[in-house]
């Protein structure tokens, strides 16, 4: 056979692969443009009409932009977001972190408590926000009942406006907390027993070692724990929604919260799309430097 003939018969076979592998491709393709595209889409369009979903739409151009730029209640709720989702990464990270590492030791009983930590995660925000209300609750909940069986006073914890996100936030923790546990003792386990036997035997204690041995080679499990962790806390509204109803005084009231209220509450299709385009575009940019930190971090790691 010439080569004319092999490079035909390649390329033609190659195109055949091609094709294939195009049609096989092609129902998820759909798919993800009807459940994915086409909504987005859809979306960033109706952003720039008043839209009720009983008159027909009005092109109105960046007014829904400028007015809910405009309207202090949203910064507020803005700042409420980036409030949850900062805080219960910084801690429910550490927090999930040192519970890895105690099941990471040869413990009777691992198993079972691992369980135990992991079942909250197969429940419903729903029932987990419901409860907690019962925890909460200042009259019958058993964290008062604690407090006034030692002569303290009951804490309002989802009515006093200072007190509200953070009694989210441990919630939502307790929540997540089995989740992100079991990836990060997964990475733990994946970390290298050569580099730690070696650092112990040139004289390295508990700490150093994981600090200066553990701790960098599971700089990219905790990279993506942080990564996942925050882009779901700034999507946070059942929370809020459930416990507190925003309150109070909007102490709890989210952008999703907002978007809810300006399309099912005022009847403004356009607002709330405006705010989803709002926060698409910012989990996007968050997402970019995250993902730009995680690979500078790799490509440093890799010329190391």
Request: no cysteine; hydrophobic share 50%; net charge positive.
């Amino acid at each position: 056979m010439s080569t004319r003939t092999r490079t035909r018969h390649g390329t033609g076979l190659a195109r055949t692969k091609a094709r294939a592998g195009l049609a096989l491709s092609l129902p998820g393709l759909v798919g993800i443009g009807l459940i994915t595209l086409f909504p987005l889409a859809l979306g960033f369009f109706f952003s720039f009409f008043r839209y009720d979903l009983i008159r027909p739409p009005v092109f109105v151009g960046l007014e829904n932009y400028t007015s809910i730029l405009s309207d202090r209640v949203f910064w507020i709720t803005a700042g409420n977001t980036l409030y949850f989702a900062v805080s219960q990464v910084a801690i429910g990270t550490v927090v999930a972190l040192l519970v890895a590492l105690l099941f990471s030791q040869a413990m009777p009983g691992n198993s079972v408590m691992r369980t135990v930590v992991y079942l909250p995660q197969a429940m419903s925000y729903v029932v987990v926000a419901l409860i907690w209300n019962l925890m909460y609750d200042p009259i019958n909940g058993p964290i008062n009942g604690l407090l006034r069986a030692v002569s303290l006073d009951p804490i309002n914890f989802l009515t006093d406006s200072h007190l509200a996100m953070p009694s989210i936030i441990a919630m939502s923790i307790w929540r997540n907390l089995g989740y992100f546990m079991i990836i990060l003792l997964a990475g733990i386990q994946s970390v290298s027993t050569e580099t730690l036997e070696a650092a112990q035997v040139d004289g390295a204690g508990p700490v150093k070692r994981f600090f200066y041995v553990a701790l960098p080679q599971l700089s990219n499990t905790l990279l993506f724990v942080i990564i996942t962790w925050f882009l779901g806390g700034l999507q946070m509204f059942t929370q809020s929604y459930v416990m507190t109803d925003g309150g109070p005084v909007n102490a709890t009231r989210t952008l999703v919260f907002q978007m809810y209220d300006s399309a099912f509450k005022a009847g403004s299709i356009g607002e709330a799309t405006a705010i989803s385009v709002l926060m698409f575009a910012t989990v996007v940019v968050i997402s970019v430097i995250l993902r730009t930190v995680q690979s500078m971090r790799s490509t440093k790691a890799g010329a190391a």
